[in-house]
């Protein structure tokens, strides 16, 4: 059974910064890419940024410049570092995960979601 763990959540001021945690464990055999999504209220889920297991990246244009995506492969963790948060960046972020659990096919899971709110 897979677990995506997400944590780091909370209030900041605009302009402030945030980092986010999810941590990948159970059965996994390998991980390919990982990323973040999240999704406002009235909105619908979007990507926010992903990489790859080699550490190609892709982001949003609303988040390029200052967020930043990483992971350890060691730890089954991928991070995102949040700099310059806007309001409009409120939202539950949600990680995500392309992962094999024992080697024969790829699944799509999904963490619970750690709630940003970015105001004054």
């Known amino acids: 059974q897979v677990q995506l763990v997400e944590s780091g959540g909370g209030l900041v001021q605009p302009g402030g910064s945030l980092r986010l945690s999810c941590a990948a464990s159970g059965s996994i055999f390998s991980i390919n890419a990982m990323g973040w999504y999240r999704q406002a209220p009235g909105k619908q889920r979007e990507l926010v940024a992903r990489?790859?297991?080699?550490?190609?990246?892709n982001y949003a244009d609303s988040v390029k410049g200052r967020f930043t995506i990483s992971r350890d492969n060691a730890k089954n963790t991928v991070y995102l570092q949040m700099n310059s948060l806007k309001p409009e960046d409120t939202a539950v972020y949600y990680c995500?995960?392309?992962?094999?659990?024992?080697?024969?096919?790829?699944?799509?899971?999904w963490g619970q979601g750690t709630q940003v709110t970015v105001s004054s």
């Open positions: 990489i790859t297991s080699g550490g190609s990246t």
């Open positions: 995500d995960a392309d992962l094999s659990p024992y080697g024969d096919y790829v699944g799509h899971y």
